[in-house]
C-alpha cells in the first residue's frame, strides 16, 4: 500500500486563528485513504469545546473494573481530566490533571499530593523539512499524554 498520498497529512501548521478543517463530515459512501486521514487529522478544530466521559471497563479475577475519565477542554490550551473509580466510593477517590497551555497541574485525592510544572517541551528540531509520515503532529490543546483522552480527542464528532 502507498502512502504517497497521505503522507503530508502532518505538514499543515495547527493553529485556532481562523483555521477550519477541511472536511467537516466525510462523504457519503466509502471515503478515500486521504479523506479519511484529512478527516482525523483536523477533528480538533471541529469543537471549541468539548465535554466527554470515557468509561474504561476491565474484567478480572476480581471482577468487573470501572475507571471513568471525565474530559472537559476550551480550546486554545484550557483543559481538565478527572480520573475516578466509582466502585470505591468518594473519599479521595479521584486524580485531577489541569492544564492551562503553560502550566500542568495534578492533585490525587488519594495521596493529597499536588503538582505544578510547565507544558512538556517539545522535541528539538522538529522545524525541518520532514517527509508527512515523519512529522509530529502539535495539538491545539494538550491532555495527559498517552491516556484514553488523548486518543479519544482526535476522535471527537462535531
Known amino acids: 500500500?502507498?502512502?504517497?498520498?497521505?503522507?503530508?497529512?502532518?505538514?499543515?501548521?495547527?493553529?485556532?486563528?481562523?483555521?477550519?478543517?477541511?472536511?467537516?463530515?466525510?462523504?457519503?459512501g466509502l471515503p478515500t485513504v486521504a479523506d479519511l486521514f484529512?478527516?482525523?487529522?483536523d477533528a480538533e478544530l471541529r469543537f471549541q469545546t468539548l465535554k466527554m466521559r470515557i468509561e474504561e471497563r476491565s474484567f478480572t479475577a476480581r471482577g468487573e473494573h470501572l475507571v471513568a475519565?471525565?474530559?472537559?477542554?476550551?480550546?486554545p490550551g484550557h483543559a481538565r481530566v478527572t480520573t475516578t473509580e466509582p466502585g470505591r466510593g468518594t473519599a479521595g477517590n479521584f486524580e485531577l490533571w489541569i492544564g492551562d497551555?503553560?502550566?500542568?497541574?495534578?492533585?490525587s485525592g488519594a495521596h493529597r499530593l499536588g503538582t505544578s510544572r510547565p507544558v512538556r517541551n517539545r522535541p528539538r528540531?522538529?522545524?525541518?523539512?520532514?517527509?508527512?509520515?515523519?512529522?509530529?503532529?502539535?495539538p491545539v490543546t494538550p491532555l495527559p499524554l498517552e491516556?484514553?483522552?488523548?486518543?479519544?480527542?482526535?476522535?471527537?464528532?462535531?
Open 69 to 75: 475519565m471525565d474530559v472537559a477542554m476550551q480550546h
Open 101 to 107: 497551555g503553560e502550566t500542568v497541574r495534578t492533585y
Open 38 to 41: 484529512e478527516f482525523m487529522r
Open 147 to 158: 491516556t484514553l483522552p488523548e486518543l479519544f480527542r482526535a476522535r471527537s464528532p462535531e
Open 125 to 138: 528540531g522538529l522545524d525541518r523539512d520532514f517527509p508527512g509520515a515523519a512529522r509530529i503532529y502539535e
Open 1 to 28: 500500500m502507498s502512502t504517497r498520498l497521505w503522507d503530508r497529512a502532518a505538514l499543515v501548521p495547527v493553529s485556532m486563528g481562523g483555521r477550519v478543517p477541511e472536511l467537516v463530515a466525510l462523504p457519503a
